[in-house]
């Protein structure tokens, strides 16, 4: 596996993004171009989040998605931002975006990757200004180039990931992505309107002592969660939840932790979606030495069947994860 880029700190994105392209010879830049396209978009979306509290941007926009969810006006603008940043950019021929039914087709036909997107990730704490997230993940297409995109471009298992990351708005913003060959989270500098590296080589803690769920499902979790949860409170681990998955990975990702979404009786196969929300988190857990499943299989290795699809989803610390699932496995 080729060494991690060993980029020193406050090195900017643009030239991190040049570096790595150069270790790979026959690189001709659009994956550089794609992940620069995401950067743009997030810079704008970031400006919006940060003056929602000022504008009219807040609240709901009186519509549904089709997972019954009441959109948010942000979950609208960033599905714009990233949509139309991805269309100008030329790279992306397709994208599945959690806020909308079909496939998006870019019109970019001769380009040669899809993703997929939540743009806005928590975006019930948009009103009560918390941190919320975009998560994305890139692929190359299986359709020829020249055509419009498949179902079968946009229903690939998460192995087949070239590349995943997320934002995190929040006291400040990073932009966290991996092209498989480790994690780095870089920090945004608003005044200089460009990220910088601040987090080389990114891993996760083998154990941890925080766990995150919201156990308001309690009484509906299998008993094998219950045992597990039971003996995160002997322990007095912490039990951190903060409602926005990128937040509760991110600070899991830094500490050692745990996060979990298990089926629950409103949502059966768990509320957290495979194509845009699991599988690209799941890509960066490996990515840093964690570990994501669904409780019994990598997450990674699930293969999708539709696009909105949902996966339970325990994702951190191995040794976290490893103990979970055999609790799963012992007591259930
Ligand atoms: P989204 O805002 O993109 O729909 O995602 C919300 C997700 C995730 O961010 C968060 O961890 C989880 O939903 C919270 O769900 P509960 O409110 O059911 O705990
Ligand atoms: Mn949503
Ligand atoms: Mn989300
Ligand atoms: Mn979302």
Redesign the pocket.
Known sequence: MMDKLTASVGTALDRFIAKRQEQFPYATGELSQLLRDIALASKIINREINRAGLSDLGGAAGTENI?G?QQQKL?MIADVRFTRALINGGETCGIVS?EVDDIIDTGNHHAKYIVTI?P??????IDVNVL??T?FSIYRRRSPIGRPPTMDDMLQQGTEQVAAGYVLYGSSTMLVYSTGYGVNGFTYEPSLGEYFLSHANMQCKENGSIFSI?E??YNTFNEGLKEYIRRCKEREYSGR??????G?FHRNLLKGGI?I?PA?S??DTG???LLY?CNALAFLAEQSGAMATDGKQRILEIKPTSLHQRSPFYVGSPKMVEEAMQCLEDYT
């Not at 939840?241 to 990128?246: D, F, K, P, W």
């Open positions: 997972q969810e979950d959690e939540d806005l990730d928590g975006s019930s704490n919320v997230g998560i919201n308001g499902g939840y903060i409602g926005s998955l990128v509760d996060y979404y629950t409103k949502y509320k957290l979606r929300e």
